[in-house]
Each structure stands twice: as structure tokens, then as C-alpha cells.
């Protein structure tokens, strides 16, 4: 394995970083989400379960990936950094009352001249916990320390070509996954022996383009448990009479491409046929609306527009930026479609639209992965979204 992209994009990346930072006030940032420490580098490895961290200061040249040491090698295979600039803590750090990676991670910041001055920490990642906080605190007592949630995020926003590139091979990969799965949803069969048929083929991938895991697990609640969207599966088979929902990704160098469609095997109640259609006339009419210069609110405004007419009702957000991640996620954690969200569209920006409807003993949800052009919206696969009925 290699970096996913040339050296000159990671060092593009970066001074979009430093650029951030400074505008931010932070002289260095702590970085903990694995999926910016990908991005900012190209660090790839399951080693997200013990702490790690990436260290940007204004001050140095070249970041500095810090990990357990058994894992120091993984950045030497996936990134371009000098080795001198891949350090591995010692094991006695890992799962210890009375101490803590992050008390190293501080020792070496003041072994690089960066324990002073304002810290960017990334306070509200999934992998940083209390514990971790108050060690680097008591480690750094000279530095003042500063929310830096986001910061990387938003450099991501905006895609590069060749990151495009990878999300569309995540678009092929997920289409052939989708039918895969599709048809697996049969009476008969067991919901694990379709997820294993899901996993087999997103996997695999298509025309030689291998898939990689995804950040979520293939969700497929089914009959009942389709009216709450994240259930995953069981060993139980499917029914006639009921409906499943597949929410499914295609992954290309952890680059997803979401997918979720809903099969009903039999005729399916009228309720559960016309929220169909009221998705899937929601879902052309937000498309239409997202173009460059309108904002994430006004997209969500379109689609709302057409509930409003259908006597449904949804309260939470219709979709969210997407693109490079790990588990347990694969949202990027800055915009919404949501009402309030007055972030402008842009160019190459990505979102995952799924404006799914729970109702009170079924659910129903259809997504689009899409890509803002300089002229509007455009889909990253072309696969029928309404209701699949299987007679």
C-alpha cells in the first residue's frame, strides 16, 4: 500500500490546514479524527481504538503522526512523511489507570517546541476522550487550549479531482452492491446470509476496482424494525408482507458513496406506496435546487415544499456532506440539509441526501449521493429509486 494521492495534493491539504488554523487563532492542532489525519497525511489502519493523534503547529514543516508503537510501521507503508516524523509510544501507555498516551504526545510537543502558545484540540471527535484531555492538559501547563472541532473538516469539504475519482469507483461499486443486495432480500432467506452476499460483493467491487470496509455497517432493519433506520441485521428470515431497508455504501480508499433503497415483498401498504412517492418528487425537487450559490437550507427548503403537500411529516435533517471516513460515521460533520443551515453550495462539493420517513409500524428510505458542478447537481449513480416491489 501507498498514499492514496501525490505528495503535492498532501501539501496542498496542509496549507489549506495552516491557512485555517491561523485564521482560527491556533498555533497547533491536536488532530484525532482518523479521517483527518488521513486526509492531512494519508495515514490508513485500524488503529483508531488506542489514542493517536496528528500534530500540526504552524512552526513545523511537516506534521508529526504520533501512534502505538506497533503501529508506527502502518505509517511508514501509508504515508509520505519523513520517518523521523512517525513515532510510536511505548505499549506500557495502552489501557493504564495511571497513565496515559496523551502524557507522551505532551512530552514530545515540548521535545518539537510546540508546548506553547494556543492548542487546537478536536473536542467533540468520537475518538479523544475526557481522559485523554486531562492528561495533555496537565502535560502542556503553558499552553492555553482552544475548541478546534472542525477545522480540518471544512478544509475537506471541497473535492479534489482525484478525490472525485475514487468516489465515483465507490458509485460503481455500491450500484452493483445495491442489486446484489436487492436480490438477496427474498422470502426465505436469512437476513445474514444477505448481508454476507452484501459484504461479498462490496468487497470484491467491480471491473477490478476492489471496495474497502465502510464506516457503517450495512443497515437493514426489516418489517416493524423498518420504522427506525438504524438497525443492522439478524439471523431471522424474510417475510412476504413486509418491507427492508438497505442503507448500503460503496467505499474506494475509505472515499464513500451511500446508497439506500427499500424493497417490499408483496404489495405493500398504500401508506408506505405514497411515501414513496412523496421521497422520491422530494428528492428531484432538492436536486433541482442544489446549485452553486444556494444554500444547504434553501436545498432542504425545496424538498420541504413537497412534504408540506403530502400530509407526512419529517423533523430531522434530509442529508449531510460525505465523502473520506472511518467508523463509526461516514458524515463529515459540517454541513447539513437542514433548515438553518445557510452554508453556500459550491463546486465539488459532496453530500449523502436520504430523506427517509418513519412511520409508526413501517419506514421507508431513498438516497442520493450527489455532486455539486458548476451548473447544479449531478448524481453519482444512476439507479431506480422508488419502492422496489417483489411479487
Known amino acids: ?77 501509508t504515508t509520505y512523511l519523513d520517518h523521523g516524523n512517525i513515532l510510536g509510544y511505548p505499549d506500557h501507555y495502552v489501557q493504564q489507570m ?15 517546541g510546540i508546548a506553547t502558545g494556543t492548542v487546537g484540540l478536536e473536542m467533540d471527535s468520537y475518538y479523544f476522550s475526557p481522559m485523554g484531555y486531562e492528561h495533555l492538559k496537565a502535560g502542556l501547563p503553558n499552553c492555553a487550549f482552544q475548541n ?56 470484491r467491487g467491480v471491473d477490478g476496482i476492489g471496495g474497502d470496509y465502510p464506516a457503517i455497517v ?20 424474510f417475510k412476504t408482507g413486509e418491507a427492508t431497508i438497505l442503507e448500503l455504501a460503496g467505499v474506494r480508499r475509505r472515499y464513500h458513496c451511500p446508497m439506500a433503497r427499500t424493497v417490499s415483498l408483496g404489495k405493500p401498504p398504500q401508506k408506505l406506496q405514497d411515501a414513496s412517492d412523496v421521497i422520491c418528487d422530494g428528492i428531484a425537487a432538492a436536486l433541482d435546487a442544489a446549485k452553486p450559490g444556494a444554500t444547504c437550507a434553501e436545498v432542504e427548503l425545496a424538498w420541504r415544499r413537497v412534504l408540506a403537500k403530502s400530509g407526512f411529516e419529517k423533523e430531522s435533517r434530509i442529508g449531510y456532506s460525505v465523502g473520506l471516513n472511518y467508523p ?46 458548476e451548473t447544479g447537481a449531478e448524481c453519482f449513480y444512476d439507479f431506480p429509486r422508488p419502492l422496489v416491489v417483489k411479487d
Open 98 to 112: 495511571d497513565r496515559h498516551p496523551m502524557d507522551w504526545v505532551a512530552e514530545e510537543m515540548s521535545r518539537r
Open 218 to 237: 450495512p443497515m437493514l432493519p426489516t418489517g416493524f424494525g423498518a420504522s427506525t433506520p438504524h438497525l443492522t441485521w439478524s439471523d431471522a428470515p
Open 328 to 373: 463509526p460515521d461516514w458524515g463529515e460533520h459540517t454541513m447539513s440539509i437542514r433548515s438553518g443551515d445557510k452554508t453556500v453550495l459550491q463546486p465539488n462539493m459532496t453530500f449523502h441526501m436520504i430523506p427517509g420517513l418513519m412511520l409508526d409500524d413501517c419506514g421507508i428510505e431513498i438516497s442520493e449521493c450527489f455532486l455539486i458542478t
Open 1 to 77: 500500500m501507498e498514499p492514496a494521492f501525490p505528495k503535492a495534493e498532501y501539501d496542498h491539504r496542509l496549507a489549506k490546514v495552516k491557512a485555517a488554523m491561523e485564521a482560527a487563532g491556533l498555533d497547533s492542532l491536536v488532530v484525532t479524527e482518523p479521517a483527518n489525519m488521513g486526509w492531512v497525511t494519508g495515514y490508513d489502519g485500524w488503529s483508531f481504538y488506542t489514542p493517536q493523534c496528528l500534530l500540526v503547529a504552524l512552526e513545523l514543516d511537516e506534521p508529526v503522526l504520533i501512534v502505538r508503537g506497533m503501529d508506527a510501521n502502518a505509517g511508514k507503508v
Open 148 to 203: 478546534g472541532q472542525g477545522v480540518v473538516n471544512w478544509c475537506r469539504a471541497i473535492k479534489s479531482d482525484a478525490e472525485l475519482a475514487y468516489m465515483r469507483d465507490a458509485a460503481r461499486i455500491i450500484e452493483h452492491t445495491m442489486r446484489i443486495g436487492i436480490e438477496a432480500v427474498t422470502p426465505g432467506i436469512r437476513q445474514c446470509d444477505a448481508v454476507a452476499a452484501i459484504y461479498d460483493a462490496s468487497i
